[in-house]
């Protein structure tokens, strides 16, 4: 049974692909929606559980039309805000949720190894800048990715498109790197909690769970070797451990904040005992984070 918010954060989804239907093949999903598209129903009291939408974009496979930013406010999409400024890359839509205005977002990605010059917005000759954003570590996405088909969530919607979707040691990878980024960001500036999720926390303990460690290692010693991906692949690889070594490890923690109602203590252990299999996989390839 999905939550409402996860129906309509796919129906809203579907309707950005529909919008961006000519760039195809420069698209991979990433974030949530593609880690429940691998990790199926957990065994989580939690439900899979998410708002917003993840796409990465590869330029070197974009062309010139549709432009990103008209195809996207053709479709009735906007930038979203935050204190008066438009975000880069984060494009609304408003919806009803349980009878509740709401606004819904799809997050344009760019790795930020092809994002071109520039802090935030990636540069994207004949493309507007502001409409897509660049982030660090989502470069193994394009490197390690599949087609699958990305259905609604809804009887009433018979769309269903064919697609790229980000592997699971790629979404690993995306994960651990956003938190360990956060939970830094979170010990030197005090009361910046709010940007640490603990639900990215339980997202990658789906993943450890669902996936056997060895093809996760397997995947790892691929990327590793890649010219782009290896760089970021490198860098989770020596974040994993010291977010989820231990029990008492940051990235612990918060899995076990986000599936209350399961026991915390449970969670945080299984943690750290899926972290150790998947690096005594990877030490029997002979990799060691």
Same mark, same amino acid.
């Given at each position: 049974?999905?939550?409402?918010?996860?129906?309509?954060?796919?129906? @809203?989804?579907?309707?950005?692909?529909?919008?961006?239907?000519?760039?195809?093949?420069?698209?991979?999903?990433?974030?949530?929606?593609?880690?429940?598209?691998?990790?199926?129903?957990?065994?989580?009291?939690?439900?899979?559980? @998410?708002?917003?939408?993840?796409? #990465?974009?590869?330029?070197?496979?974009?062309?010139?039309?549709?432009? *990103?930013?008209?195809?996207? +406010?053709? %479709?009735?999409?906007?930038?979203?805000?935050?204190?008066?400024?438009?975000?880069?890359?984060?494009? %609304?839509?408003? +919806?009803?949720?349980?009878?509740?205005?709401?606004?819904?977002?799809?997050?344009?990605?760019?790795?930020?190894?092809?994002?071109?010059?520039?802090?935030?917005?990636?540069?994207?000759?004949?493309?507007?800048?502001?409409?897509?954003?660049?982030?660090?570590?989502?470069?193994?996405?394009?490197?390690?990715?599949?087609?699958?088909?990305?259905?609604?969530?809804?009887? @009433?919607?018979?769309?269903?498109?064919?697609?790229?979707? %980000?592997?699971? @040691?790629?979404?690993? *990878?995306?994960?651990?790197?956003?938190?360990?980024?956060?939970?830094?960001?979170?010990?030197?500036?005090?009361? +910046?909690?709010?940007?640490?999720?603990?639900?990215?926390?339980?997202?990658?303990? +789906?993943?450890?769970?669902? *996936?056997?460690?060895?093809?996760?290692?397997?995947?790892?010693?691929?990327?590793?070797?890649?010219?782009?991906?290896?760089?970021?692949?490198?860098?989770?690889?020596?974040?994993?451990?010291?977010?989820?070594?231990?029990?008492?490890?940051?990235?612990?923690?918060? #899995?076990?904040?986000?599936?209350?109602?399961?026991?915390?203590?449970? *969670?945080?252990?299984?943690?750290?005992?899926?972290?150790?299999?998947?690096?005594?996989?990877?030490?029997?390839?002979?990799?060691?984070?």
């Amino acid at each position: 049974m999905y939550s409402e918010e996860y129906i309509v954060a796919r129906r @809203t989804l579907l309707d950005a692909l529909e919008a961006l239907e000519g760039h195809r093949d420069a698209l991979v999903l990433v974030g949530a929606q593609a880690i429940y598209l691998h990790t199926g129903a957990a065994q989580f009291a939690v439900a899979e559980f @998410t708002t917003d939408g993840d796409v #990465a974009i590869d330029p070197r496979h974009l062309s010139a039309e549709p432009e *990103i930013a008209s195809a996207m +406010r053709k %479709a009735r999409f906007f930038l979203d805000e935050r204190d008066g400024r438009e975000l880069v890359g984060v494009w %609304a839509s408003m +919806r009803e949720i349980a009878g509740v205005p709401a606004k819904v977002t799809v997050d344009l990605l760019v790795p930020d190894a092809l994002g071109g010059a520039g802090r935030r917005a990636a540069r994207v000759p004949q493309h507007e800048k502001g409409s897509m954003l660049k982030v660090h570590g989502l470069e193994a996405a394009l490197v390690d990715n599949s087609v699958m088909r990305i259905g609604a969530l809804e009887a @009433t919607d018979a769309r269903g498109f064919a697609m790229k979707v %980000a592997g699971p @040691t790629a979404l690993l *990878i995306s994960k651990t790197i956003k938190l360990s980024e956060r939970v830094a960001a979170g010990a030197l500036e005090r009361g +910046r909690r709010d940007r640490v999720k603990p639900k990215d926390a339980l997202d990658v303990l +789906r993943l450890l769970q669902a *996936i056997p460690s060895a093809q996760l290692a397997q995947g790892f010693t691929g990327l590793l070797k890649d010219e782009i991906a290896g760089p970021v692949t490198a860098e989770a690889l020596g974040s994993v451990p010291g977010l989820f070594g231990n029990v008492s490890s940051p990235g612990s923690q918060l #899995a076990a904040e986000a599936a209350a109602p399961e026991p915390p203590d449970v *969670i945080a252990a299984s943690c750290a005992a899926l972290c150790a299999e998947l690096l005594a996989a990877l030490h029997a390839l002979g990799v060691d984070a």
